[in-house]
């Protein structure tokens, strides 16, 4: 007899698993196949075990400051093989709560590669089974991008970083993005030498451009070494490690290159076209603000569309998909202002537009900025930075954009994301009282506008 599920959800990554744990205890029979380890790239290899490097990277930096405080932290060593083991305990914990919360829920759960036979099939790989569906999600997520220059095959990605069998003493980086400007904090903090490769000028494009300044000079105080405009052409091996040949004619001997040169939706191979799933350049399935695809029966959540890459992002459109289609509750999620953090040293925070942005869609605004150095490295001897700025609409005063660079800020980001999505304006925010002392308490103390260096006011 064939087999048949009311859904079928094809990769059990954050989206994937919120959707189809949803969708059974609404009372769907379902299924969810996932051919590489339950959890997906968040908890596997990528936020989860990122974040545990970035603690460890961090005390390489709180080591050295304590001694202004009068510790002494001599002959402080730090072993790898440690970090590695530790952490690959802790994911197999959270792969196996995911696991259990499958279970629980009455999900079928199959550790093979699905694929789509038709709009409403999929076909198992190696076992052959063949399922009819009524509805089919796809939650694939994405995979590092490849360039395919000679020797690429040398090269790791954040795929293989969580499990190097020692910590590299020197590591080429490519790109200026999340993953590159992230692990280059982590691998200084960890006294590795660091080199970033960047093919323009200033990292984090996309982000505002005080943010991409501050981080990228952070990077540099960090010792990270920033090579911009410059791509690589080549890797070789020698005898010792790696040899990276950049278009600017420059050559770095190191021990690892790490590839983060952007994600592509993980859409090769799942039979799409045939399946009549229309897909945008680059392969991200093309779904409406319900996540239907160009097929009624076929949906996509997380990285696998072209929206914004994020893991709560994946698991909020995974819980409207299965409200939508199975609770009885049609609503779409809402993508607007979804803050993010960079985990790098110090850390950013961001929420709503950049002052970029900001200019272009209502042309003037306000601007409220200050860069200062906290009360924590008057003692510890860093020179390290924070920075706050606000962006705030002229014409009726509602905050519209916070960043915030500060070893709190993807902590506090958070609760400015509920302000800004409130709509509040500049003078409420100003009518909350400080938090003393705090650098945090900074953002309700910024009253004078910031006013761009000009030539009659040069600064
Ligand atoms: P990003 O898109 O953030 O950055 C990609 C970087 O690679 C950019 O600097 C880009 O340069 C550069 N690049 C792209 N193509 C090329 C090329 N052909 N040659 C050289 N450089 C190139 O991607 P990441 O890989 O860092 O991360 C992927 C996504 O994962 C992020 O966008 C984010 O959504 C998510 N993520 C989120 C994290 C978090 O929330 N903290 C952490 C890690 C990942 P250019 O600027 O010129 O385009």
Same mark, same amino acid.
């Given at each position: 007899m064939q087999e048949h599920v009311e859904l079928f959800v094809i990769g059990a990554g954050s989206g994937g698993v919120r959707a189809a744990r949803m969708s059974a205890q609404y009372g769907a029979k379902v299924a969810i196949a996932e051919e590489f380890r339950i959890g997906g790239t968040c908890v596997i290899r990528g936020c989860v075990p990122k974040k545990f490097m970035v603690y460890a990277g961090a005390y390489g930096q709180g080591f050295e400051e304590a001694k202004g405080y009068g510790w002494l932290a001599d002959n402080v060593r730090f072993d790898w093989p440690t970090l590695i083991a530790a952490k690959d305990v802790e994911i197999d914990r959270l792969s196996g709560i995911y696991r259990c919360n499958l279970g629980n829920a009455g999900v079928e759960m199959i550790e093979e590669r699905a694929k789509l036979a038709g709009p409403d099939t999929v076909r198992l790989v190696p076992s052959g089974r063949i399922i009819k569906c009524d509805k089919i999600l796809i939650a694939t997520g994405g995979t590092p991008r490849k360039l395919g220059f000679a020797?690429? !095959?040398?090269?790791?990605?954040? %795929?293989?970083v969580f499990n190097l069998p020692k910590m590299p003493g020197h590591i080429v980086i490519n790109g200026g993005g999340y993953i590159a400007c992230e692990f280059a904090s982590i691998f200084a903090g960890l006294g590795a030498r660091v080199c970033l490769i960047y093919r323009r000028d200033t990292v984090l494009r996309g982000f505002d451009d005080d943010v991409r300044t501050h981080i990228h000079n952070e990077l540099i105080r960090q010792g990270v070494r920033v090579i911009t405009h410059a791509n690589i052409t080549g890797v070789k091996k020698t005898g010792e490690g790696l040899s990276v040949h950049l278009d600017t004619d420059v050559q770095i001997d190191c021990d690892e290159v790490m590839m983060a040169i952007g994600r592509e939706p993980a859409t090769d191979g799942l039979g799409l *076209? *045939? #399946?009549?799933? %229309?897909? *945008?350049?680059?392969?991200? /399935?093309? /779904?409406?603000?319900? =996540?239907?695809?160009? $097929?009624?029966?076929?949906? #996509?959540?997380?990285?696998?569309?072209?929206?914004?890459?994020?893991? +709560?992002? *994946?698991?909020? !459109?995974?819980? #409207?998909?299965?409200?939508?289609?199975?609770?009885?509750?049609?609503?779409?999620?809402?993508?607007?202002? $979804?803050?993010?953090? $960079?985990?790098?040293? +110090? +850390? $950013?925070?961001? /929420? =709503?537009?950049?002052?970029? !942005?900001?200019?272009?869609?209502?042309?003037e605004v306000d601007i409220y900025r200050s860069s200062f150095r906290p009360m924590r490295h008057a003692l510890s001897g860093s020179a390290e930075q924070y920075m706050m700025k606000l962006i705030v609409r002229t014409q009726d005063q509602v905050m519209v954009g916070v960043h915030i660079i500060s070893d709190a800020a993807p902590e506090i980001i958070q609760i400015a994301a509920i302000a800004l999505k409130a709509g509040l304006t500049k003078a409420q925010w100003d009518e909350t009282c400080a938090v003393h002392p705090t650098a945090a308490e900074e953002l309700v103390l910024m009253r004078e506008k910031f006013t761009p260096p000009t030539k009659r006011n040069p600064g």
């Open positions: 020797g690429e !095959e040398h090269t790791i990605t954040s %795929n293989e *076209a *045939a #399946a009549g799933v %229309n897909t *945008a350049r680059g392969g991200a /399935v093309m /779904v409406d603000e319900f =996540g239907q695809s160009s $097929v009624p029966g076929i949906f #996509a959540v997380g990285d696998v569309t072209d929206r914004i890459a994020l893991t +709560p992002v *994946a698991i909020r !459109e995974g819980a #409207a998909f299965a409200d939508s289609e199975f609770g009885g509750r049609r609503h779409a999620f809402d993508h607007r202002d $979804v803050a993010s953090a $960079v985990f790098t040293q +110090p +850390p $950013v925070g961001s /929420v =709503g537009l950049s002052e970029h !942005e900001a200019r272009e869609q209502f042309g």
